[in-house]
């Protein structure tokens, strides 16, 4: 193992899954893609994007207060890519992109038709963290494809969905269904046991 | 599309990244694996990890103050998921699972060898939200593996590992290192030059 004190830009810990955030003030609805963001709560169901001010998403969401997280197959990595390559301040991406958007139930966000998953989110409570800002949104309401989704927790099912993964570098890939394993903590519980002593 | 208000247990946004925080306070070293973590700033290079308070890993780290955040290879699938099963307040993992672990070479905190990189982080701030807290810790230095990073940004290279993504109720998975796409900046651009009528 190499050992380096903290490099300037840095990926050590990607993958990360694609998403796209949605904003709108008015007419204007922008999109931009995310790969900093990450479930916070439960209840409250709490989710948090971390933007930076250099993003025009970021001006948006300061007057909008609300924003949507939108989730994409792999099949659409070129919606995803392309939003993350321009900005809004330049061009209405949109239009561009031809890119479908309904409105949403509860908020006045945009909603992806191409995605598999979309939070409508209120936003909560920002947070200043170096040189983004982390914006803490309560979800209130999921547009998700039914077959995408299975169980009680909604977990996706990777055999009807291929997430977009991001890895850096403009750079991105999904998952390899076929390598998924099941470890219940069960079997740790009972490993366990047995080490103790317990059987 | 299918629309509910907000379901009590959720993983939509899923798959996440698997990581293991570990935390060390005197003699006592625990691991834990995480999904909800994201990095949350360049400079100061900041990494945040959100835990329940019913987590053993929040009282060790409400003391301690500092944490590590370590990655591995799908071939250490067991250690993470096993490490995931049971809580450190009723057991020693590190000896039970047969852990090999090694002091940080800034902070005192477990590096497991087993990792293709860890993080060293201070704890900067704690932000509650909801039922977990979301830990911020400033990164002070990475552990990694050379042949497993490319590039000044340092991204994983997916043909020399393969991360450990969480898909929800104890289902694991990793990446298809075949479909990765190049997606530059540039393509977009071209696109809206493009469509801007400018070529």
Not at 41 to 70: A, W
Not at 86 to 107: H, Q
Not at 168 to 188: F, Q
Request: hydrophobic letters at 35%; aromatic letters at 14%.
């Amino acid at each position: 193992m190499k050992f380096i004190k903290t490099p300037k830009k840095f990926y050590f810990h990607y993958p990360f899954i694609a998403a796209v955030i949605g904003t709108k003030t008015g007419d204007k609805v922008n999109l931009m893609s995310a790969a900093w963001h990450t479930q916070l709560s439960f209840e409250p169901p709490l989710y948090g994007v971390s933007i930076s001010p250099k993003r025009y998403t970021y001006d948006l969401l300061k007057k909008s207060k609300v924003f949507s997280v939108n989730f994409l197959d792999f099949e659409y990595i070129e919606t995803v890519a392309y939003v993350g390559g321009v900005s809004g301040k330049d061009v209405d991406k949109i239009s561009a992109f031809e890119i479908p958007v309904i409105n949403g139930r509860i908020l006045d966000v945009p909603v992806l038709q191409e995605a598999y998953a979309v939070y409508e989110c209120q936003l909560a409570e920002e947070v200043e963290t170096g040189d983004h800002t982390l914006f803490i949104g309560k979800i209130l309401g999921v547009h998700y494809n039914e077959k995408a989704f299975s169980g009680d927790k909604f977990c996706p099912n990777t055999e009807k969905i291929s997430p977009i993964l991001y890895i850096g570098n403009e750079y991105y890939m999904t998952v390899d269904s076929e390598s998924k394993k099941h470890y219940p903590r069960k079997l740790a519980q009972e490993y366990i046991k047995d080490w103790k002593g317990e059987i």
